[in-house]
């Protein structure tokens, strides 16, 4: 087994401590969705890679098909599956020995397959490499513990508490609340501390059952790569104490939306960051940084907002951003700048949800930063006061949002071409399949009122 060597300490201490049975081999799908093969552990140490059809990045959520084949027609090629052996960790929730890897899409002819999310996310570092510069990203994830909803057509309740009543909202910060749910938690805790995954802080947000995990900030992969295997450990949790953890954006009506926030900054080939100058002021990269935010956020908002679902988080006066301005300590604005010393000066996008796809979100979040540091973009003026009395800046849908990504061609180079044309193939695909379902509203004020 000289492939142990490779993997992360934490996945050799669990080996150490159980009998290898299996090994997951997964890779992500446009919406996250962890897709691949389970494959016994002997075979496993005897395979290099293995195969799947490139039309995992072709489903829609609903697990129907956006016609993105390309000119050779939908004959679903095989993709070659390079395993990633730095991400191997744990599956602790598993009966038997289980380790999962995250794996790489390359074509037959070895070259990166282009709609692969994180091979789009991979793309975007080499790009900010090639300039001398090393981004690095902090995610903070926020999500909601429910009851158990096994009928779609009933709306999502909060889950039951110890106390046996449900989960009260309006209690941000509230130790009590968090406490209501402490054997989940303390599961989610035990399972991250397994996988070898450093939790820098859990709290009580403003919704009814509703959490939010911060991440210690670090490369702009290995982060992405967390979240992704973080929604599936802290929805193993939440099972195992009957409830579910959601990561839609908006699950309860009249609560607040989940977001996937993202701290940047960028380090130069010194180890500076680049956002603060020798005397600990702020740079012009600092302001540029902000200033493609600004510029090309909107582009990408179906990125950060993929679903009909997405755009009810962006609800005035309800902890979420209807804007891109941009403010100091102002958790009003799209774009935050946290208080930090200089040497940790960073950026916060506070606009994706966490229904994101972390990989998509971060290479985008990244992409516009990109553009303005190497056009040398200028922000507007700082905001200042409660930038909800500002203009609404988000596009008003799905449909909207993906007009202005299919037009953003600068943006296209950055993300890659082939990533954008499936991607928008397959949105539109998922907007139209959403249009078929006729919603409670429309029965309860068009039935006989029309």
């Not at 429910?146 to 046996?164: C, F, Q, S, W």
């Not at 501390?193 to 919704?207: L, N, P, S, Y």
């Not at 996008?349 to 516009?368: E, K, T, V």
Request: hydrophobic residues 40%; proline residues 7%.
């Amino acid at each position: 087994m000289s492939w142990v060597d490779d993997i992360p300490e934490a996945a050799r201490l669990y080996l150490d401590q159980h009998r290898l049975d299996e090994v997951e081999c997964v890779i992500a799908d446009l919406p996250g969705i962890a897709r691949g093969k389970a494959v016994p552990a002997a075979k496993w140490e005897k395979q290099q890679f293995f195969h799947l059809p490139n039309s995992i990045f072709f489903q829609t959520i609903t697990g129907d098909w956006g016609e993105a084949a390309g000119p050779e027609g939908f004959v679903e090629p095989d993709m070659v599956l390079k395993p990633d052996l730095a991400t191997a960790t744990a599956a602790p929730w598993a009966a038997d020995g289980t380790l999962q890897v995250i794996h790489d899409a390359f074509d037959q002819k070895g070259r990166p397959v282009g709609c692969s999310p994180r091979n789009v996310l991979k793309r975007v570092v080499d790009l900010y490499k090639a300039e001398g510069w090393t981004p690095v990203v902090a995610p903070e994830m926020e999500f909601y513990l429910v009851g158990r909803n096994t009928d779609p057509a009933k709306a999502i309740e909060p889950m039951l508490g110890r106390t046996g009543r449900p989960a009260a909202a309006r209690q941000a910060y509230s130790m009590t609340a968090v406490d209501e749910y402490g054997p989940v938690i303390d599961d989610i805790y035990e399972y991250a501390e397994i996988q070898g995954f450093e939790i820098d802080g859990i709290t009580q947000e403003g919704g009814a059952g509703q959490l939010e995990i911060n991440l210690r900030h670090g490369d702009p992969v290995k982060l992405a790569d967390e979240v992704f295997f973080f929604k599936r450990l802290i929805r193993e949790a939440a099972l195992k104490h009957d409830c579910f953890a959601t990561f839609m954006a908006k699950p309860i009506e009249g609560e607040p939306g989940s977001a996937m926030h993202v701290h940047h900054s960028i380090i130069d080939a010194k180890g500076r960051n680049i956002f603060t100058g020798p005397q600990g002021g702020e740079t012009d990269a600092f302001f540029n940084f902000i200033g493609g935010l600004q510029e090309h956020m909107p582009s990408v908002i179906a990125m950060f907002a993929p679903y009909v679902n997405s755009f009810r988080r962006y609800v005035r006066d309800h902890a979420a951003p209807i804007n891109l301005e941009w403010g100091r300590d102002n958790r009003t604005t799209g774009i935050r700048v946290p208080i930090s010393p200089p040497q940790a000066r960073r950026v916060e996008n506070r606009l994706a949800g966490m229904d994101c796809n972390p990989y998509l979100c971060i290479a985008a979040s990244l992409a516009c930063g990109y553009l303005g540091l190497k056009n040398e973009i200028w922000p507007d003026k700082r905001y200042r006061g409660d930038a909800y009395e500002a203009e609404d800046e988000i596009p008003q849908g799905l449909y909207a949002a993906l007009d202005l990504f299919d037009h953003a061609k600068e943006l296209h180079e950055v993300l890659g071409p082939e990533f954008v044309r499936v991607y928008s193939i397959v949105k539109r695909a998922e907007y139209n399949e959403f249009l078929q379902v006729i919603s409670p509203w429309e029965r309860q004020h068009l039935l006989l009122n029309v």
